[in-house]
Nanobody, 112 residues
């Protein structure tokens, strides 16, 4: 069974940067699109960015120009580079593979 392990969350000041990583335990990583979701406190989980197997990205309007999603299929790892972070970006961030496999989540907190 494939598992996803996330890393890279933490506390950062507004305007700062973080890079999240999501590593898969199985070799199926390369054949599925990958997504990053986030869930702010008391709110629903929302899609932040997604990337196709060929590497084509797409972003929520709220993060366009600030976040970059990427993937390294050889390392079975996906990334979310987050720049110019804002307090409203604070949330638990989850990676998702193929719409059905979820990571455990990593907390991102942006202080003002």
């Amino acid at each position: 069974q494939v598992q996803l392990v996330e890393s890279g969350g933490g506390l950062v000041q507004a305007g700062g940067s973080l890079r999240l990583a999501c590593t898969a335990s199985g070799s199926i990583f390369s054949i599925y699109p990958m997504n990053w979701f986030r869930q702010p406190p008391g709110k629903q989980r929302e899609l932040v960015a997604d990337i196709t197997t060929a590497g084509r990205p797409d972003y929520a309007d709220s993060v366009k120009g600030r976040f970059t999603i990427s993937r390294d299929n050889a390392k079975m790892t996906g990334y979310l580079q987050m720049n110019n972070l804002k307090p409203e970006d604070s949330a638990v961030y989850y990676c998702n593979l193929g719409g059905c496999i979820w990571g455990q989540g990593t907390q991102v907190t942006v202080s003002s």
